[in-house]
């Protein structure tokens, strides 16, 4: 079945660093998406992508879909403490159950101040 | 207010014992979902429900049950709960079906299972 691999799982920064992590997947994605999940809260969607080599912005944020359509990146500049928190990567279930989602197991990023 | 939320936020229970995790929106979305989120798994779908009155099984929903009378609630049971289901659990909702991409997310509901 479809499986999303994020790398890394875990990182741990200076505040001011930048930071990058991926996602790839070994099928392809029409539409590649980014969460944020604060500590005890729900995910919520940084970053919708829908177009293979689309480069999108959100504030500091900055994600691109793959032109291969198996893989996708985020950035996150000039980080600041807010920023801790697990982010995932997500793609459609084309496979399986009609409007959800897959996810892959998130990086968890924490940033020193 | 307008959203999705979860109740209760925090539970303790026995094992064996029957809980129910509520979730309602005032969106009116067609699709909701009940997630699981365990470390080391991230979050995987137990059931989903496309409309009223229709749901369907997920990824791991075994021990679980869903019912989705009206298109704003959709209760999820552990029947006899098993330490096995300690976890995190998210309700999502979405307007349409298909590869639009946003869910939204409830709160959470954090279940141990003594």
């Known amino acids: 079945g479809q499986q999303l691999n994020q790398s890394p799982q875990s990182m741990f920064i200076q505040e001011g660093e930048d930071v990058s992590m991926n996602c790839t997947s070994s099928?392809?994605?029409?539409?590649w998406l980014w969460y944020k999940q604060d500590p005890g809260e729900g995910p919520v969607l940084l970053i919708a992508l829908y177009k293979a080599g689309e480069l999108t912005s959100n504030g500091r944020l900055t994600a691109q879909f793959g032109i291969t359509r198996k893989d996708s990146f985020l950035n996150i500049s000039a980080s600041i403490p807010s920023d801790v928190g697990i982010y995932f990567c997500?793609?459609?279930?084309?496979?399986?159950?009609?409007?959800?989602?897959?996810f892959g197991k998130g990086t968890k990023l924490s940033v020193k101040p | 207010d307008a959203g999705i939320t979860q109740s209760p936020r925090y539970k303790i229970t026995e094992t064996g014992r029957q809980v129910t995790l509520m979730c309602h929106q005032t969106?009116?979305?067609?699709?909701m979902f009940w997630y699981r989120q365990d470390l080391g798994h991230g979050l995987r779908l137990i059931y989903y429900?496309?409309?009223?009155?229709?749901?369907d099984k997920g990824e791991v929903p075994d021990g679980y049950v869903v019912s989705r009378s009206k298109t704003e609630n959709f209760p999820l049971t552990l029947e006899s709960a098993t330490r096995s289901q300690t976890s995190v659990y998210f309700c999502?909702?979405?307007?349409?079906?298909?590869?639009?991409?946003?869910?939204?997310f409830g709160e959470g509901s954090r279940l141990t299972v003594l």
């Open positions: 999502a909702s979405t307007k349409t079906g298909g590869a639009s991409g946003e869910l939204f």
């Open positions: 429900s496309a409309a009223a009155d229709i749901t």
């Open positions: 997500a793609g459609p279930d084309y496979g399986g159950s009609q409007g959800n989602l897959i």
């Open positions: 099928s392809i994605f029409n539409t």
């Open positions: 969106w009116s979305h067609s699709y």
